[in-house]
């Protein structure tokens, strides 16, 4: 229950006081109250603002308090969001894999299991990378081969080179670097030449500085590399020696200590085209010989022989037409002292172009290649036509139909025409 306060009670009084005669006197009264009511008024109006501050003031306190409340949970998701999203270390996997059926003239035709090759990214915050692709293949008596295609940690130096350390893929020439992936590749085999033991180095183990820059109105990108080197393989036909093949696969260790220096340097003049040129030298020894007849003698005082390699490479992007070729010439100088001296100088190249073209409005797409690919060794050289009809069921799943009319030294495999289907799929 409340009690009447002080504006109760000089009302009552007002009240009594308008009741009685008006005199002189309660003439006086009347104004002494009247100023007390005026005042009570301005008292009572000063107590219902400040009130009214007061409520204001609570409601803000609270609406403050909920805001403060909200505000410390948005912060946190903000933070957990931002450190999902950019933290100091980012893993990733991506990779390909193929699996498919291969008929051939003198062979038999067999499902492949093909390759499984899954790439791995690791970055620490935007400085460095360690970057790796393991392949697994199962061979034809069914075993399974591990090969580490290549593992490098890359520095980010800034927008315009990159530092780069380990076994990486070969930088001349486009294929090895860019197109070798089965889900990439067009055809479902790689050009004669520019596959293992061909024309094109596929991988070197040492250090690369790569990355682009500005040149007038034009892009451009480079790579340059210093690496162990090829090493030579020898092959005995029970009177002599023949180089049988460069084996520039990546190794772990430089056994002739020779090191090799190349590079590629590209232009961008337009959107859609790119035009670059390869080159590397060196030196490179014989390490290994192959030999069918058991008679081959023991390699003794081999001496390291001259390696340069020189390419041209380019591709033009119109719409969903693509048109690529690239031409690599491996050369390999004599020797003088040595089991294989008599090995004279010998040289791989081989060249290819290919046109690719996606039906409009359908996920069917043409391809044609034709490559030439000259080798020391009659039984390799191989010149070849290849039509492909692919379809596309996502841009990283796609279906090959591939023939391969293939002209070598009849009774080779180089002379063998070929049928693959493919099914490739990137991640």
Known sequence: MKHPGKFTRHALAIAIALAM????????????LKKQVEQMQKQLEQMQDALQKQETKVKQVEENTITRSEGKALETAVNEASEWKDPNTLVHMS???????????????????????????????????????????????????????YMTIDWFVNDYVALVGGKFLSPIGQFRQNMH?????????????????????????GVQARGGFPLGNMRT?????????????????GSGFELDGIDANGKGADR????????????????????????????????????????????????????????????????SFVLRGEYVKSEIGNATTGNT??????????????????LPG???????????????????DQEQWAIGLNYLFANNVIGKLTYESNDGKTGTRADDDKWYFQLAYGF
């Open 341 to 358: 001296a008599n090995a004279a100088s010998s040289e791989w190249k081989s060249w290819y172009t290919q046109g690719s073209y996606q």
């Open 21 to 32: 005669p008006m005199t002189a006197s309660a003439d006086a009264a009347y104004d002494a």
């Open 95 to 149: 990779g390909f894999a193929s699996v498919g059926y291969v008929d051939g003239d003198n062979q038999d035709g067999s499902f492949v299991a093909g390759n499984f090759s899954p790439i791995f990214h690791f970055q620490y915050k935007d400085m460095f990378m360690l970057e790796s692709e393991i392949e697994f293949e199962v061979l034809d008596d069914g075993e399974t081969n591990v090969e580490l295609e």
């Open 256 to 319: 002739d200590g020779k090191k090799v220096w190349g590079g590629r340097f590209a232009l961008l003049p337009m959107p859609g085209l790119e035009i670059g040129v390869s080159a590397a030298t060196g030196k490179a020894t014989v390490t290994s010989i192959e030999d069918d007849t058991g008679t081959a003698p023991l390699l003794v005082n081999e001496q390291a022989r001259d390696y340069d390699v020189l390419g041209f490479d380019g591709v033009w992007h119109y719409k």
């Open 181 to 205: 992936p089965s889900w990439i590749n067009k055809m479902a085999s790689a050009p004669p030449g520019f596959g293992h033991d061909g024309a094109a180095p596929t991988s070197e183990t």
């Open 221 to 237: 990108s480079y790579a340059v590399y210093a690496g162990n080197g090829p090493e030579l393989v020898a092959e005995w036909d």
């Open 362 to 380: 359908t996920r069917y797409e043409g391809v044609i290649r034709y490559t030439d690919f000259d080798s020391p060794s009659d039984n390799k």
